[in-house]
């Protein structure tokens, strides 16, 4: 019996076997003010979808926790110039 991961299809007759894709799925809540600021996050980078931006944000979430535990400070440059530090992981 094939893996769970994994589903057979036919081409030219002959079997194939194709990794299947899963998808892992969250529920989220959050306030209406928080959506429509995703919303505009989502219109101004032209993604697709809520999930993309979602994805997006856990990507640099998780670069940004990894970079922390190897004590890296992240640092915002504001247009005067001038360097703050973020704090994110408290």
């Not at 994994?6 to 928080?34: F, Q």
Request: proline fraction near 2%; glycine fraction near 6%.
């Amino acid at each position: 019996m094939p893996d769970l991961k994994e589903r057979e299809s036919t081409t030219k007759g002959k079997a194939v076997k194709k990794a299947a894709k899963t998808a892992n799925r969250v529920h989220v809540s959050y306030p209406d003010t928080m959506k429509n600021r995703l919303e505009e996050i989502r219109s101004e980078t032209d993604k697709g979808s809520l999930s993309e931006v979602f994805r997006q944000a856990l990507m640099f979430y998780a670069l940004a926790y990894e970079e922390h535990k190897k004590g890296s400070d992240f640092l915002i440059r504001n247009k005067g110039g001038e360097l703050e530090r973020l704090r994110i992981f408290l």
